[in-house]
């Protein structure tokens, strides 16, 4: 999505993302004794918590270092898909002129 990538430690992965930065993130909780309790942001994998339980939600955020959610920061220096979005969404905006309708064709 706008260049975010989700977890670069999922394979395969992009080797050439828009911004070092724009990752997804996941964790383990590490201040809990189950070693399988993880939490996940909007663009990374299950897979790497736990896929055969239900011990990583999804957070509904983008990786983020500056947003915490409980025990989870959902980003880090590398893990920080907001900011790419932020950077970017001037230029999508504007990627295509607006028809001034939401159908082409005129239905409605």
């Not at 025990?71 to 001037?90: C, E, K, P, Q």
Request: aromatic share 12%; proline share 6%.
């Amino acid at each position: 999505m706008f260049g975010a990538n989700h977890n670069r430690d999922h394979e395969p992965h992009n080797p050439a993302p828009l911004q070092p930065y724009a990752w997804g993130h996941w964790a383990r909780n590490l201040k809990t004794s189950d070693p399988r309790e993880g939490a996940r942001t909007i663009m990374a994998y299950a897979e790497e918590c736990d896929a055969a339980t239900d011990f990583c939600p999804r957070i509904q955020h983008y990786s983020n270092p500056h947003v915490d959610v409980l025990w989870f920061t959902t980003g880090s220096g590398v893990h920080d898909n907001a900011r790419l979005i932020r950077y970017y969404a001037s230029d999508l905006a504007g990627y295509r002129d607006s028809q001034g309708r939401i159908f082409k064709n005129g239905f409605e």
